[in-house]
């Protein structure tokens, strides 16, 4: 659910933890059906996709377009990472979960897409109230909350379900704040929550 949830934020850093680690140590083993993700191409194109969206993604408007063509790939990757991940074998031991292996995918997808669509409707609230100056600050801390949530995913699963907790506050806070916010603002009438 971690990786899932990282990669509604940045899809390609989930993605390449999992490629890199795969490849590379033996903390995750990947299933025989999704060993591609840790080959060269797969880590190659990962990584040239990862720049371009660090890139792309702390410009105010850019981020807004790039978010639009995220949403098929976040929701994407996060099932396919949900899926291939050696944790989510483990968690698919039961025997109910192993006649229906499509029940890991939409719950990889879902937990993706939530996170994907509840940060692309806020950034384009942050780049209006900030005038773009936040962009920058707010893709900086979505990244570095990918890397995060990634890392617990992988090494500390027993605090995924806190880390979540938290990140779900944290939108929810923030969200909350952009509303003040705009009430605030002179010349408006306050709306009625």
């Not at 971690?2 to 680690?21: D, E, K, Q, T």
């Amino acid at each position: 659910m971690g990786l899932s949830a990282a990669a509604g934020l940045n899809a390609y850093i989930p993605f390449l933890m999992v490629a890199l680690l795969g490849r590379f140590t033996d903390v995750i083993t990947l299933p025989q059906s999704y060993a591609w993700i840790e080959s060269t191409w797969a880590i190659g194109v990962a990584a040239v996709l990862l720049l371009t969206e660090v890139v792309l993604d702390k410009i105010a408007i850019v981020d807004s377009l790039n978010d639009a063509v995220a949403t098929f790939i976040r929701p994407t990757v996060g099932g396919l990472i949900f899926a291939a991940t050696s944790a989510a074998e483990k968690v698919d031991s039961s025997s109910w979960m192993q006649d229906h292996p499509w029940v890991g995918v939409v719950l990889g997808v879902s937990i993706s897409g939530i996170v994907h669509a509840t940060k692309a409707t806020t950034r384009p609230a942050v780049n209006i109230s900030t005038v773009g100056l936040g962009a920058p600050v707010v893709s900086a801390a979505e990244d570095t909350t990918s890397v995060g949530l990634s890392l617990i995913a992988v090494f500390l699963p027993v605090l995924v379900i806190v880390a979540l907790v938290l990140l779900a506050w944290v939108m929810w806070w923030a969200w909350r704040q952009f509303r003040r916010m705009r009430r605030r603002r002179p010349g408006r009438s306050p709306s009625p929550a």
